[in-house]
């Protein structure tokens, strides 16, 4: 049903536990028969497992529900019809429960009892959910001060062993890695390919929800599994023959933490790792991004582009859904800004918010400030409507 192969070399696997390629160290990809495909895309019951057919796995999935989010018509000037994919209404509140779903399952099936990541805080919240589901031990390595709180108090809540390292992300995945391998804990970051797997099915609800391939897809670019799993839905939906198209993938990047983008100018397949990445966006906080050579595959493959965007662009583009009733965190806002910011004219497009609002609160008040205080009396009330 489906076999791994090797992005680099094209060696292919049947061992499912394996994460790079034992010829070359590649990233391995997820091979499946297409004409296996079983689903209707008719916009009905979605939800990540009703795509199962084109899904890595053999035994009851651990599930919390995810999938199956809204997608918003967005009113924007001047840019055709614009969507907003809200991934922060999935259980944990972001786009990683796709992938968790999936990955927590593969989990299970190889008959693991521990599993770890290093994240920038939305993984260990989805990682702590679902292998609480799962009934799993979890270990999370995060950087230190540089996680937003309400994705802290999910890991440690859901009951996830949770330890920060005093450096940056790049280095809490290199740790983790060597650390699982060391004690045969099941590794959940995106260098995993099952979870790219649940991920590419943001793709299938797209065309499932619009009823057709949208021209752009804006995706916020950090670590990069996003943007080469949504792609990968859409090479499938096509050679599957739902579709013909497949719309241009643009990344989004923070300025302050843009090796993709700077890959992508130069026009190169890979990137130059970026040592001390800092934006307000901390979900894309990322100077080495591990799916970095897929991610730019996907771009140059969709004919579509990186864009970067600063810090005070992003908050704008965060306030203008917020005011169009939509909360996303800081990095989720980038695929707007990216939109806003870029001058080619799609009829419509589609911005993936990766995560909600309530992921980090403390931003908000950094950026909105606090509410404003006075004494319990309706005329002091009335002096400051
Ligand atoms: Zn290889």
Redo the contacts with the bound molecule.
Sequence with gaps: MYQLR??????SFQDDNLY???????LLEILFDVSLADFKLDGSNISVWKYRSLLPVRIKPVTLFEGGTPIYPFKVEGKGRVYIKHEGMNPSGSFKDRGMTVGVTKAVELGKRSVACASTGNTSASMSMYSARAGLNAYVLLPAGKVALGKLAQAVMHGAKVIAIKDNFDVALRLVRELSEKKGMYLLNSVNPFRLEGQKTIAFEIVDQLGFVPDAVFVPVGNAGNISAIYKGFLELKEAGYTDEIPKMIGVQAEGANPIYKAYVEGKEDIEPLKNPETIATAIRIGMPVNAKKALKAIYASKGKVIQVRDDEIVQAQKLLARQGIGVEPASASSLAGLLKDDSEFENSVCIATGNLLKDPEEVVRVIGKPIEVEADIREIEKVL
């Design positions: 090797c992005i680099d070399c094209g060696a790079n390629c034992t010829e070359c160290g590649g």
